[in-house]
């Protein structure tokens, strides 16, 4: 008789055993369910902030793109996209400056410097080529580079 209660203990150790490999099982499979999601999260991150720096320029070269409105120009010792109103003595200048893609709006004659703008969002750097009524924009964010080059509607620049 004392075998019986042995044998009921045997299975029930048996069966929680069973459930302890299940459990860690399928621990192990949410931790690297979780590690992939955290690193396609953070590559899709990178990726929405490399293009919206590159469209944000985008952006602004269309609300200005016009006769002679565009051009690239140097400004603080790196150059700057400058973008004219029709008619009006004030531009926006759009550089790179301490790791942050700057904007600033003033008169086209002030003396002003980089430190002047407004930051707009983390950028390693930004490089501009205007030729043939095609601008070049590069924009490096967290060390990935990402180009875009645009047509001007008014099929030209000021100059380069």
Same mark, same amino acid.
């Given at each position: 008789?004392?075998?019986?209660?042995?044998?009921?203990?045997?299975?029930?150790?048996?069966?929680?055993?069973?459930?302890?490999?299940?459990?860690?099982?399928?621990?192990?499979?949410?931790?690297?369910?979780?590690?992939?999601?955290?690193?396609?999260?953070?590559?899709?991150?990178?990726?929405?902030?490399?293009?919206?720096?590159?469209?944000?320029?985008?952006?602004?070269?269309?609300?200005? !793109? #016009?006769?002679?409105? &565009?051009?690239?120009?140097?400004? *603080?010792?790196?150059?700057? +996209? %400058? @973008? $004219?109103?029709?008619?009006?003595?004030?531009?926006?200048?759009?550089?790179?400056?301490?790791?942050?893609?700057?904007?600033?709006?003033?008169?086209?004659?002030?003396?002003?410097?980089?430190?002047?703008?407004?930051?707009?969002?983390?950028?390693?750097?930004?490089?501009?080529?205007?030729? !043939? #009524?095609?601008?070049? &924009?590069?924009?490096?964010?967290? *060390?990935?580079?990402?180009? +875009? %080059? @645009? $047509?001007?509607?008014?099929?030209?620049?000021?100059?380069?």
């Amino acid at each position: 008789m004392k075998r019986q209660p042995i044998k009921h203990h045997l299975n029930g150790l048996i069966a929680l055993l069973l459930f302890g490999v299940f459990a860690v099982c399928v621990l192990a499979v949410l931790l690297t369910g979780a590690d992939a999601y955290r690193r396609l999260t953070l590559r899709d991150q990178a990726a929405y902030d490399r293009r919206t720096c590159v469209q944000y320029v985008a952006t602004r070269v269309r609300q200005a !793109d #016009g006769a002679g409105c &565009v051009a690239v120009e140097p400004f *603080g010792g790196s150059e700057a +996209l %400058v @973008l $004219a109103e029709q008619e009006s003595p004030y531009v926006t200048r759009v550089y790179c400056h301490e790791g942050y893609m700057m904007e600033l709006y003033a008169d086209a004659s002030a003396e002003l410097s980089p430190g002047d703008g407004e930051k707009i969002m983390p950028a390693d750097s930004l490089a501009f080529a205007l030729e !043939d #009524g095609l601008l070049t &924009v590069t924009a490096g964010v967290d *060390g990935a580079p990402s180009t +875009l %080059v @645009l $047509a001007l509607r008014s099929g030209e620049g000021v100059g380069a």
